[in-house]
Antibody, heavy 119, light 114 residues
Framework: EVQLVQSGAEVKKPGESLKISCKGS????????IAWVRQMPGKGLEWMGI????????RYSPSFQGQVTISADKSINTAYLQWSSLKASDTAMYYC????????????WGQGTLVTVSS | DIVMTQSPDSLAVSLGERATINCKSS????????????LAWYQQKPGQPPKLLIS???TRESGVPDRFSGSGSGTDFTLTISSLQAEDVAVYYC??????????FGPGTKVDIK
């Protein structure tokens, strides 16, 4: 069974750094892309970027380029999304999802990680 | 930037009746080399992650009830729920995955029971 298990909810202050994770199981982690998707409170879905854990090839949506860093550790089947300096506007639910190819849809989703940034 | 729009923003349908959601992209997502539309539909129930219903505009995922169907090509697409069930109450999103690296979602359509 394909599973993507994300790290738990985080509460941070503006200016702090953060790294959240997404662990894949039940499939060949290095053979599929992992996408990150943001959902701000009460809002829709925003595709942030993808990474291919096999070789760490990473692509960012222009809207998120320079704002976040996507990485992966294939030795532990885990992808990451990180911020160096959080802002209140980063408050959102963040989902990881398996993307079949570089130019395809996502098929399986993680449960989401709620990030709250507040002073 | 490619822009995805959906209509209506919300709709309420009686149980057993048809629900129709429209999605329009600002540019064609039909790839002529393989004649595939790079368009997916997702369902998101409250408090849950999205779930893939349909890919390539009309290919229903395994396990998705056959009351869900997708149609359309180029810039105009439709998700149809042929006979609405109580468990179909959700927000539905379309997504284009043609224009990399920005795979835009539509704003969502909320479906409720009338």
């Amino acid at each position: 069974e394909v599973q993507l298990v994300q790290s738990g909810a985080e509460v941070k202050k503006p200016g702090e750094s953060l790294k959240i994770s997404c662990k894949g199981s039940g499939y060949s982690f290095t053979s599929y892309w992992i996408a990150w998707v943001r959902q701000m409170p009460g809002k829709g879905l925003e595709w942030m970027g993808i990474i291919y854990p096999g070789d760490s090839d990473t692509r960012y949506s222009p809207s998120f380029q320079g704002q976040v860093t996507i990485s992966a550790d294939k030795s532990i089947n885990t992808a990451y999304l990180q911020w160096s300096s959080l802002k209140a506007s980063d408050t959102a639910m963040y989902y990881c999802a398996r993307q079949i190819g570089r130019v395809t849809h996502v098929d399986y989703w993680g449960q989401g990680t709620l990030v709250t940034v507040s002073s | 930037d490619i822009v995805m729009t959906q209509s209506p923003d919300s709709l309420a349908v009686s149980l057993g009746e048809r629900a129709t959601i429209n999605c329009k992209s600002s540019q064609s997502v039909l790839y002529s080399s393989n004649n595939k539309n790079y368009l997916a539909w997702y369902q998101q129930k409250p408090g849950q992650p999205p779930k893939l219903l349909i890919s390539w505009a009309s290919t229903r995922e395994s396990g998705v009830p056959d009351r869900f169907s997708g149609s359309g090509s180029g810039t105009d697409f439709t998700l149809t729920i042929s006979s609405l069930q109580a468990e179909d109450v959700a927000v539905y999103y379309c997504q284009q995955y043609y224009f990399t690296p920005q795979f835009t979602f539509g704003p969502g359509t909320k479906v409720d029971i009338k």
